[in-house]
């Protein structure tokens, strides 16, 4: 199964984002980055189906230069190849960031797509709806179980407090969910074998951007809460608080 | 400027994002539409006219009984150029989320995913949106001739505002689906999913095990509440992953969000800080929950928790 | 060490010579080796993050066999086993930052790797054949075996060269007998593959037999290895440490690491080597306790103010940052020497050892004093760490043992310009730092020097300060061999006080070698901090040299070590105050 799964580089969940001093941008001289953690599900389901199916797992990642070491944490997981679409900026819109990926993974001959349900840095969420109206194909996105059987593809979705299962054909893209599967650690080996790989660079395909960030700002400061007490007898004042200061029970 | 606003349902049933759309959009003081797609819906014209929609189109056909990702996105973009709309007004659930860009790709608009504020500024909108798990929070503006907004729940109350609504009913042709729901499989009966819910009680890793679970169920049931968990509960299997609130789980802004044995993680705190009212219940003094909740009591939980459901119980 | 290896920065100090082409600029990682060392502590961080609950690992006094095994197959007992032997082939710096990471995780996880590839097998690396290696790295490296490295005994600790165990050729046979038993050895109950040091009778150039010290492989399955119980400890309870016992054992010829009565050699290359992945390992330690101790004292609130807002704890907790980072310029600074691979870093490792071990147990305490009661609670951390953390002033040299090896070492050279002196300096503790001839020679031909380069002038205060006390260091050391001759060896006070002073004075030159080096890189406005603690460092350090330097002279050593004397003889404290004449 020739499968391609692409992943972003984001900053690691614990960061404090910064803003730059004009909050026109987040300041990323301190952040840590990480392969997004959406996306490890995407690479893990990709590596069980070549385990089974044998085949070929490809790696696409758009983004500037700093971006390869997310690619080496995927390639160290296992996966075969890499492309790295190269910007010198990540666009704003994922529109953009959509139809320069579906450019790449429009002649790659790919049975499967995969890829994380949502970035955690923009959290737009689009990537995977997106490419499916671009590439014509099937796209069933947050996916927590997967089952395919020739080109035969059984998915179950996360929905709003149910599960839907949906079924299509291949090729198809599948966007990732926690829950899927227990995505592997890179092992020392892996990151060995990956450090020899070498990533195919090329300049991504920009369309316009539509989306503009004018700005950001920190969200409003919380008052300090009170401490109610410290037993459970605070228990009553809680409650009268809940229901006369805050009315929300 | 004209709206039309995505009309959630499920099996049947409108859903509250809906009127917390038209309820915004009311404000926004934009001519607006309502758009329902899909086969047996109930009480359309008296549900959508109770909360101020005077008109509604409903595209109807057999085969759209349940939602399909592709076959709606193409009904969906058909209705939005047939009705002149300028703007797509969604709920940022996970129907939302799905369906939005497959439209705007059709349309090829752009899309603001998951908006906590909407506002006229000109002849444009004015977004706000939570990025990096809400760390920030960015104003962004959509230069697309059509705009798709989804919108988070939650964030926009549904106030009354009782009209007659007007219901065009107009069947259309069902597309190939390239995608099939099979089947829904409901999670346990009567649950609330968490991200729609206004109040919720969530455990973590203080709870010390499933069997204690018990605790949360109970008081969640008395307040009419969703469960939640942190990713320590649901990671130690005791707990569902869609109940995991945070950075890799369910983002919520419930009015009342109980935390009880959850230290408050950085990650957890991403999924839930936007709530409007937040409570801890944590025997840490330092646990960093206490610095976002409105607020907390520090004592054992199980001393807490149980006399919280008994004081409800007793009514007082 | 290669015979050619160049002298040792300190080493050459104690002489009056400033070899600062050593130490700068300071050394950067390999780019690469950057990149990968990053994405190993993703994956120990996550693996961690999910799978070890260092409080339960204290409780039940074990490391889970799901943990261990995970370790073994992600690669982690491998991480400075070259890569043609199948492991990860870190350099050095790689290495000890590793350790740092795990450290600042777990320590008895950190404990178990450590003394499995910093100690364990690294005779074998250091010294082995290719044969040997390409038997037993490709196992070690996977975790299919783990190592100890067995050198203590119940009769020989610090004098390591005092150990009994014996090994007689059979020259029939083809193998040595080995008898003996070794005590607190890290691993013990789990290893399989064992370096352990043993004395063998070795027939010298004139006829004379002497018992020499040899290094052996001993695997665990051979015959009459065994091993005692777990020991009960104080800390780092997770990680295995017993005793082992070596009855008739038969060990092949082609075990023998190294040549045969080099062994004590090897015992000390091997510690020097890994003494900076201890020093690692303890001040990761204390970075992990800072996190929550920090937390606390910017939330808690006494006398309406919090914590962080009092001097006192500001004092503790600059003092701390100031401490961590010059002991981390100095460990970074040596291991990129090591990576050099071409000059004696064996007293920089030891400086290291000495000062990381006793920044971390301060800190620790520290950060333990500042959440007060809390501190002492077993539901936190500070206490697991500072039990933890005990040892390392105790293990892989005493402190005491390490600082009297920085000053005779260091002031060896010194000494061989007045012979006799020289050759005593050679006899206390064995195998003390041996320097080649060449480096000696290559010491000689050079004049003292009062200057190292320039720095950039924010730092230069701190430049003239360093030059002042290293020279008035190198006046001392000399003052010392003069006035006490080859006595030197028997005033340890004094060592001390030299050991402490040489302490000093390179923790200043690494961070003033770091924050130049770091100026060069992101400018002055970027480096404001470390600017500061480089000074204020060195502010301190020099008041610490000259109050040490004048104790060399001027000092109660004589009465102090009378009352010790009258003390052990007494065998309690003898002094009774009012109605408490009952003594304790
Ligand atoms: C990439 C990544 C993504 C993540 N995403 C998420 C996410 O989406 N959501 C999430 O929740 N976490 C997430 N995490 C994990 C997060 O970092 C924390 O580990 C997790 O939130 C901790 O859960 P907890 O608060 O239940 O457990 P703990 O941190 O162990 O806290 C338990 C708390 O219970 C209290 N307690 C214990 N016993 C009692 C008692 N008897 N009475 C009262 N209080 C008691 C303790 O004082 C403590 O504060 C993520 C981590 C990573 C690395
Ligand atoms: C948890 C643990 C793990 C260990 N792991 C290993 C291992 O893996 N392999 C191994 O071989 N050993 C191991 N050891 C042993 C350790 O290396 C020894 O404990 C250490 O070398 C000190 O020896 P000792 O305990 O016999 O103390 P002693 O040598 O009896 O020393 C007692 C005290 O006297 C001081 N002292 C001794 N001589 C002098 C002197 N000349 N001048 C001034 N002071 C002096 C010492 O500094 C110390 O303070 C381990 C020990 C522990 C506790």
């Not at chain 1, 109206?133 to 089952?147: D, F, R």
């Not at chain 1, 227990?182 to 020392?188: G, K």
């Not at chain 1, 060995?192 to 300049?203: C, F, H, N, V």
Request: proline content about 4%; glycine content about 8%; overall charge negative.
């Amino acid at each position: 199964m020739n499968i391609a799964v692409c992943v972003k580089q984001v900053p690691d969940t614990e960061t404090k984002v910064k803003l730059t001093e004009d909050k026109k941008a987040v300041d990323e001289s301190e952040i840590n980055f990480i392969l997004n953690p959406y996306d490890e599900f995407a690479v893990e389901e990709a590596l069980q189906l070549k385990e089974k199916y044998d085949g070929e797992v490809t790696v696409i990642s758009l983004g500037p230069d700093r971006i390869s070491s997310a690619i080496r944490s995927a390639l160290a997981m296992g996966a075969d190849k890499a492309i790295h679409l190269q910007v010198d900026e990540n666009p704003q819109d994922p529109n953009v960031v959509a139809n320069a990926l579906a450019a790449e993974l429009k002649n790659g001959g790919y049975d499967l797509i995969l890829l994380g349900k949502q970035a955690i840095d923009d959290d737009h969420t689009q990537v995977p709806s997106i490419l499916g109206e671009k590439l014509g194909l099937p796209s069933v996105t947050v996916v927590i179980k997967l089952n395919i059987d020739g080109d035969k593809v059984v998915a179950e979705r996360e929905i709003d407090g149910a599960h839907e299962i949906v079924e299509c054909t291949l090729p198809a893209i599948i966007s990732t969910q926690r829950g899927l599967n227990e995505p592997r650690y890179a092992s020392l080996k892996g990151i060995m074998r990956a450090k020899k790989i070498q990533i195919e660079q090329k300049p991504a395909q920009l369309s316009d951007d539509q989306l503009n960030i004018i700005g950001f700002e920190y969200p409003p400061q919380k008052n300090p809460g009170k401490i109610v007490g410290d037993s459970a007898d605070a228990v009553p004042e809680l409650l009268r608080l809940l229901h006369e200061e805050a009315k929300v029970i | 400027m004209k709206i039309l606003i995505y009309a959630e349902h499920r099996e049947g049933q409108l859903r509250k994002i809906t009127y917390e759309n038209i309820s915004l959009a009311r404000t926004l003081g934009q001519p607006f539409e309502v758009l329902v797609v899909g086969n047996e819906v109930q009480d359309i014209q008296e549900q959508l006219g109770r909360y101020g929609a005077e008109q509604v189109v409903f595209y109807k056909n057999a085969q759209l009984e349940n939602y399909s990702a592709d076959g709606y996105a193409r009904i969906v973009a058909e209705a939005v150029k047939e009705r002149q709309a300028d703007v797509l007004l969604m709920g940022a659930t996970s129907t939302g989320k799905d369906l939005g860009p497959r439209v705007a790709s059709i349309l090829n608009a752009a899309m603001a995913t998951d908006c906590i504020h909407v506002e006229m500024e000109g002849d444009n909108l004015k977004l706000i949106r939570p990025m990096y798990a809400g760390k920030v929070q960015a104003t962004i503006r959509l230069t697309s001739a059509v705009k798709v907004v989804t919108v988070r729940p939650n964030v926009y109350q549904a106030s009354e505002a009782p009209v007659t609504a007007k219901v065009d009913t107009k069947e259309v042709s069902a597309p190939d689906f390239k995608t099939v729901v099979k089947e829904i499989v409901s999670g346990a009966k009567g649950k609330l999913d968490v991200t729609e819910a206004n109040i919720i009680v969530s455990g973590g890793r203080g709870m010390k095990g499933p069997e204690n679970w018990h605790l949360i169920e109970d008081l969640a049931q008395l307040l009419g509440a969703a469960t939640g968990a942190s990713r320590a509960a649901v990671d130690a299997g005791w707990r569902p992953h869609d109940e995991q609130v945070g950075q890799t789980g369910k983002t919520v802004s419930p009015s009342l969000y109980i935390a009880v044995g959850i230290s408050g993680a950085i990650q957890h705190l991403a999924g839930m800080s936007s709530s409007k009212y937040i409570v801890a219940i944590n025997k840490d003094p330092d646990a960093p929950i206490f610095k976002l909740a409105d607020y907390g009591i520090v004592a054992d939980l199980f001393d807490v928790v149980p006399r919280m459901i008994e004081e409800l119980k007793a009514g007082n | 060490m290669p015979s050619k290896a160049l002298p040792s920065f300190s080493k050459a100090l104690f002489s009056g010579i400033l070899l600062d082409e050593l130490l700068f600029p300071y050394p950067k990682m390999d780019k690469e080796e950057a990149e990968n060392l990053k994405l190993v502590q993703e994956t120990f961080k996550k693996f961690a993050d999910d799978k070890i609950d260092s409080q339960k690992i204290d409780e039940e006094a074990h490391i889970p066999d799901e943990v261990m095994n995970g370790l073994k197959e992600l690669g982690f007992m491998g991480l400075s086993v070259p890569e043609k032997y199948g492991g990860f082939g870190l350099s050095n710096t790689g290495y000890v930052k590793m350790l740092e990471f795990i450290g600042g995780t777990d320590p008895s996880v950190a404990i178990m790797l450590g003394g499995h590839q910093s100690i364990g097998y690294k005779a074998l690396i250091l010294y082995g054949t290719d044969e040997q290696k390409k038997k037993y790295l490709p196992k070690l490296a996977s975790g299919e075996m783990v190592a100890s490295y067995c050198l203590t005994e119940p009769g020989a600790g610090s004098d390591a060269a005092g150990i009994q165990s014996k090994a007689v050729r059979d020259e029939k046979r083809g193998v040595y007998i080995l008898n003996g038993n070794k005590q607190w050895i890290t691993n013990a109950g789990i290893a399989d593959f064992l370096t352990v040091f043993a004395k063998e009778p070795i027939t010298d150039k004139d006829g004379k037999v002497k018992e020499k010290i040899s290094a052996f492989i001993v695997t665990r399955d051979m015959k009459g290895v065994s091993v005692g119980k777990e020991e009960n400890k104080l800390g780092l309870k997770g990680s295995s440490t017993a005793s082992l016992f070596f009855e008739d054992v038969e060990v092949p010829f082609e075990n023998v690491i190294g040549e045969p009565g080099k062994g004590f050699k090897v015992a000390m290359n091997v510690l020097n080597a890994g003494r900076l992945g201890l020093s690692g390992g303890s001040l990761g330690a204390l970075k992990h306790v800072m996190r929550p101790a920090l937390a606390h004292i910017k939330e808690r609130r006494q006398f309406g103010k919090t914590l962080s807002e009092f001097e006192m704890i500001k004092e503790k907790v600059a003092q701390m940052t100031i401490d961590l980072f010059a002991t981390e310029s100095m460990i970074y600074l040596t291991s990129g020497l090591m990576d050099r691979g071409d000059v004696d870093y064996s007293l920089e490792a030891a400086m290291c050892k000495v000062r990381a071990t006793e920044v971390a147990w301060n800190g620790i305490n520290e950060c333990l004093q500042m959440v007060g009661g809390l501190g002492f609670m077993k539901e936190y951390p500070y206490q697991r760490l500072m039990r933890d953390g005990r040892v390392n002033m105790i293990f892989e040299g005493t402190n005491e043992i390490l600082r009297m090896f920085i000053t005779l070492a260091g002031i060896r050279d010194e000494g061989e310009y007045l012979k006799k002196i020289g050759e005593a300096l050679k006899g206390p503790i064995k195998g003390f730092g041996v320097l080649t001839d060449y480096a000696t020679q290559w010491l000689k031909d050079r004049v003292m020097t009062e200057h190292i380069r320039d720095v950039h002038p924010s730092l230069a205060n701190a430049k003239v300060q360093f030059e002042t006390w290293a020279k008035n260091t190198h006046f001392s050391a000399e003052r010392f061999i003069m006035h006490h001759g080859k006595n030197v060896i028997y005033r340890e006070m004094r060592q001390e006080r030299l050991a402490n002073a040489a302490i000093d004075l390179f923790g200043m030159i690494s961070t003033i070698s770091r924050v130049d080096s770091l100026i060069a890189e992101k400018g002055e406005e970027k480096c404001k901090h470390e600017i500061m603690i480089a000074n204020v460092f060195a502010d301190q350090a020099w008041r610490r040299v000259r109050r040490n330097l004048l104790m060399m002279d001027s000092n109660a050593d004589r009465q102090m070590g009378e009352l010790s004397d009258f003390m052990v003889k007494q065998g309690f404290y003898p002094f009774a105050t009012e109605s408490m004449e009952i003594l304790l």
